[in-house]
C-alpha cells in the first residue's frame, strides 16, 4: 500500500471540484493537482509533498484577498441554519478550503516523517516556491 493514498485522495478531489465549477479559469487550476497526482505515480513524492503544502495556502491567500472565502463562508452558515445554498461557486469554494487544509496537514505530516532531518527541505522549499509562484502568476495573468 502507497502511504500516501490520503494525498492522492484529496488532490483528485481537489481536481473534481475545480472541474464541477467547468469554466476555463478553473479548469487551469487543475494542472497542479494533476501534477501532484503524476508525481506521487511516478514515487517523487518529496517533490508532490511540498508542492502540496505550498499551492493550497497560496490559493487560500488568494481566495482570501478576493473575498471568495467570506462568501464560502456564509454559504456554509447558511447551510447549518437550514437554507439553501444561493451561490454554488463559494460553497463549492468552501469544500476546497476544507481539502486544502487537509492536504497542507496531511502532507506536512508526511514530510516531517519521511524527509524531516535530512538537509533537503531548504532546497526542495526554494525550487517549489519559485514554481508555485511561477504557477499562480501565469494563472493570474
Known sequence: M?????????????VLCFSVL?????????????AI??????MDDR????????APVAWLSTVF??????????????????????NEVSFIAAATAVLFVLMIVFCAR????EYSG???TASTLAI?????????GILAI
Do not use: E, N, S
Open 110 to 113: 508526511h514530510w516531517k516523517r
Open 2 to 14: 502507497r502511504p500516501y493514498r490520503d494525498i492522492a485522495t484529496i488532490a483528485a478531489l481537489q
Open 47 to 54: 517533490w508532490a509533498y511540498m508542492i502540496g503544502m505550498l
Open 37 to 42: 497526482l503524476i508525481l506521487l505515480f511516478y
Open 65 to 86: 484577498a478576493t473575498g471568495l472565502l467570506g462568501g464560502a463562508t456564509r454559504q456554509v452558515l447558511r447551510l447549518t441554519r437550514g437554507q439553501g445554498v444561493t
Open 128 to 136: 517549489r516556491v519559485g514554481v508555485v509562484a511561477l504557477y499562480y
Open 22 to 34: 467547468g469554466h476555463c479559469d478553473h479548469l487551469y487550476q487543475t494542472v497542479i493537482y494533476m
Open 118 to 120: 535530512r538537509g533537503k
